[in-house]
């Protein structure tokens, strides 16, 4: 069973950054196409990003774009978002999940799931 585990987030100002890691384990990390995904209270989670397995293409939602940067390091089994220029809009549960083929950023073509971690974006 593939399973992913998020960390990095917490609290910061507006205009700070954080950098956010998904670390997979239970298989290889190489064939995976990874999404990032928010969901902030009383809104549905909405896809922010993604990356293929080679990291050859990756596609970002308008609303990140310029801000957010999606790495893949296959060798450690993680997958990182680096966040920068955050807004208060940015508050929301991130998650990270896993595909087999194909990257998208919509929440139903994804079968693994992490739990998710807290960010914050307030001053």
């Known amino acids: 069973q593939l399973q992913l585990v998020e960390s990095g987030g917490g609290l910061v100002q507006p205009g700070g950054s954080l950098r956010l890691s998904c670390v997979v384990s239970?298989?290889?990390?190489?064939?995976?196409?990874i999404g990032w995904f928010r969901q902030a209270p009383g809104k549905e989670r909405e896809g922010v990003t993604c990356?293929?397995?080679?990291?050859?293409?990756?596609s970002y939602a308008d609303s990140v774009k310029g801000r957010f940067t999606i790495s893949r390091d296959n060798a450690k089994n993680t997958v990182y978002l680096q966040m920068n220029s955050l807004k208060p809009e940015d508050t929301a549960v991130y998650f990270c999940?896993?595909?087999?083929?194909?990257?998208?950023?919509?929440?139903?073509?994804?079968?693994?799931w992490g739990q998710g971690t807290q960010v914050t974006v307030s001053s």
């Open positions: 239970g298989f290889s990390l190489n064939p995976y196409y």
């Open positions: 999940a896993a595909k087999a083929n194909g990257c998208s950023r919509s929440r139903v073509v994804y079968r693994y």
């Open positions: 990356i293929t397995n080679t990291g050859s293409s990756i």
